[in-house]
């Protein structure tokens, strides 16, 4: 593959179950080289739901209702990505195969939920930290706080990906 549009056809073509364990093997490896630090799928909806509130865009969904199509909407999306683009364009050449998948509501869940976090990771950094039982998520743009703007036009973007108007 050469380009990301070849990236996102290819996405697009993946039955539900390969999507999902292609999304979940891509955010696996780009959470190896852009940690996030986050240790659950809590925290990771806590990260979601701070960046919502601070763009005023109501909540993130705490499920999608098509997992699958999630999931290649944020393959095709991380194809586009400089630093994703080559990880995407790897697992793509030769989807991941898994028999022990039985495709529960749980695992496509957390599959896309991992590949949100790292597609929200290859725009900003954040920190999640608990401090006297109170969370706190703290954003960052290199090495400047982000605009509420580019905040909302964030959480935009990823309620569209999870196929949510805003």
Known sequence: MTDAS???????????????????????GLGRAFPTGLTNPMQAHEVLRELFARAGVGAPPSRTDDP???????LAALAREEGARELVEEVLADPPEDD??????????????????AFLRLHVSFRFKRDDSRNTVEFRLEKKPLSDGALSSLARTVLGLMNREP
Do not use: N, W
């Not at 993946?14 to 999304?23: E, G, N």
């Not at 699958?68 to 944020?74: E, I, K, L, T």
């Not at 496509?108 to 590949?115: F, K």
């Open 100 to 117: 022990q998948m039985g495709g529960e509501d749980l695992v496509a869940d957390l599959a896309v939920l991992a590949g949100v976090i």
């Open 6 to 28: 070849h990236a996102e056809r290819a996405a697009a073509a993946l039955p539900d179950r390969t999507a999902l364990l292609a999304l979940e093997e891509l955010a696996h």
């Open 68 to 74: 699958a199509s999630v999931a290649r909407r944020v």
